[in-house]
């Protein structure tokens, strides 16, 4: 049977974030097959795969936004397969949507107070028992102002006004004033410029070398993915197809024209 949120921890919180067997569908589409992977914390492991891999659905299983027809989400011992959304991000869980997910009325600042609203709400949680969140080295503006001082320049400015290279960097910021255990990015590369991709890409192995935060990065840009990433996982149709070393997958001539595109 499975565990609840509330169970106490049995297992080292270090495991992080760990799929099991996950099977979503559409009504007859059978989105995701069976996924098996797992993202451990201090490490970035990257989800590849062509339009309709399945890449998308396993993040919206996972953040509670679409609920499997079988398998299981794990943090750490506690399971997180049937929880609602706002359960899943007050367990640490934090999603990093493509720039969208900016919200254009309020300021840069504004947008980094909900984040840290949702932090410190977790730190109360903490106290009531739950897992403290790990030390991720940002807890302030300041702190992802220092990552991203273009967002500092423009704190007072409507994120309406910024560049899609900024909205990025604004909402991976915002999730992490909310003091996560996992980010979830959903393809932050997309319609950027190389130069503002290298940017995000370092400041994530910048954090996750830092502390002990794990990292899913959903990416359509496997080379650059790659790059940073410590392992690959490759789906295809639903089905995990490979799953290594981010190197190893990198060298894999064969794995890259069949599947990742370069
Ligand atoms: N709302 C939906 N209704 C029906 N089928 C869907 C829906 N969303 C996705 N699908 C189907 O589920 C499968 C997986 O789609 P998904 O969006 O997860 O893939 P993806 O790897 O994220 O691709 P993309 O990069 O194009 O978003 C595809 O066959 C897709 O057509």
Do not use: W
């Amino acid at each position: 049977m499975n565990s609840t949120l509330d169970d106490p921890p049995t297992e080292r919180p270090e495991t992080g974030l760990r799929i099991r067997g996950l099977t979503a569908r559409y009504g007859p589409v059978l989105a995701l097959d069976e996924v098996d992977l797992t993202a451990p914390r201090g490490q970035i492991t990257a989800v590849l795969g062509a339009n309709g891999a399945g890449k998308t659905t396993l993040l919206r299983v996972v953040s509670g936004l679409l609920r499997p027809s079988g398998g299981e989400v794990l943090l750490g011992s506690r399971n997180l397969t049937d929880s609602a959304a706002e359960d899943v991000a007050r367990a640490g869980v934090a999603q990093v949507p493509e720039g969208r997910g900016v919200i254009t009325e309020l300021t840069v600042e504004e947008n980094l107070r909900l984040g840290a609203l949702l932090g410190a709400t977790r730190s109360r949680a903490a106290g009531d028992g739950t897992p403290a969140a790990p030390p991720v080295p940002v807890s302030d503006l300041p702190d992802v102002f220092a990552l991203f001082p273009s967002l500092e320049r423009r704190r007072r400015q409507s994120a309406h006004s910024l560049s899609g290279g900024e909205r990025q960097m604004l909402v991976l910021g915002r999730a992490l004033l909310s003091a996560p255990e996992v980010l979830l990015l959903d393809e932050p590369s997309l319609g950027l410029a190389p130069k503002v991709v290298a940017r995000i890409f370092a400041v994530l192995r910048e954090l996750v070398d830092a502390g002990g935060l794990a990292v899913l990065l959903v990416e359509q840009n496997a080379r650059s993915a790659l790059s940073i990433a410590d392992t690959g996982v490759v789906l295809n149709l639903g089905r995990v197809v490979a799953c290594s070393d981010a190197s190893a997958l990198a060298a894999d001539d064969e794995l890259r024209h069949a599947y990742l595109g370069f």
